[in-house]
């Protein structure tokens, strides 16, 4: 069997890091399943691999271009799967030409598999992350692309505008002793890189568990240059040092609107231009590169 997994993507999107999911589900479902597994970018790369199962994580801005790939999946005669986090978010409906993933999706994509070979097992939730297996960072990455890692899966505010909560309800965390193992194995795969990309939903929501990754750090002498997303509220001085201590020193702050009025209507009362404003100043002091986006 071959599973061949695609991220629909246009001019809109990133396309300088590698797509982290296929590594994932494929690590976490190959303990189960034997079968061959590949990435395919293009209608030209479904034909030339001619998988049984395409599995299409799509996200809304490109949501136009999701039919082509459904209808040329059901040309060839594989089995058409979508998911990701608009999916469902917007509670996507499976129909005759394709089926639907909710959710975190590696034990659901492996008991998925499971029914189509015939494996009349079904797979329980992940309690703990750690018990997803490290991924193959290298897997799926085009020339020049980038690893990227995902140390914990959701976020403990609640945004009206984002999907997380529909797709994993609370927040659950990798342990620093798992973090540094991944910075690890990406430092001896891509032994040039020297920015990695934290593509957590709030990396920095467990303080003690930075903690503990600064002290495995140290004691092991691992050193990068970290990004990542941040909340306003989580920046103070204190914190700031501490985030310079593991090497995070680039950010992107989710400032959204200029408004009070539609920030605390999309973020709660606790978010203000003001907190924003501070936020930016209180990194800029310390040192620590800031963006910010804006949703328009």
Known sequence: ???????????????????????????????????????????????????????????????????????????????????????????????????????????????????????????????????????????????????????SRGCPYKCTFCSQRSVYGGIKFHSPRRVIDEIKTIQREYPLLKRLSIQDDLFAANKKRILGIREIMKDEGVKIKLNSGMRSELVTDENCRLWIDIGLTSVGIGGESGSDRILKQLKGPGSSVIRNQQALTTLSRNGISAGTGIIF
């Open 1 to 151: 069997m071959k599973i061949a997994f695609l991220q629909i993507t246009n001019e809109q999107n990133l396309e300088w890091i590698v797509t982290p999911w296929p590594a994932y589900l494929k690590s976490y479902a190959e303990q189960f399943i034997d079968a061959e597994w590949v990435v395919v970018n293009s209608v030209d790369d479904i034909y030339r691999e001619s998988p049984d199962v395409l599995a299409i994580s799509v996200v809304s801005q490109d949501w136009d271009d999701v039919s082509q790939y459904i209808f040329h999946g059901n040309k060839i005669g594989a089995k058409v799967v979508i998911g990701g986090h608009h999916v469902t978010g917007f509670n996507v409906e499976p129909q005759d030409k394709f089926d639907v993933i909710y959710g975190p999706a590696e034990v659901a994509f492996t008991n998925y598999l499971l029914n189509f070979i015939g494996d009349q097992r079904k797979l329980k939730n992940i309690e703990d992350l750690d018990e997803i297996p490290m991924p193959d960072f290298t897997f799926g990455a085009r020339t020049g692309q980038k690893p990227t890692i995902v140390t």
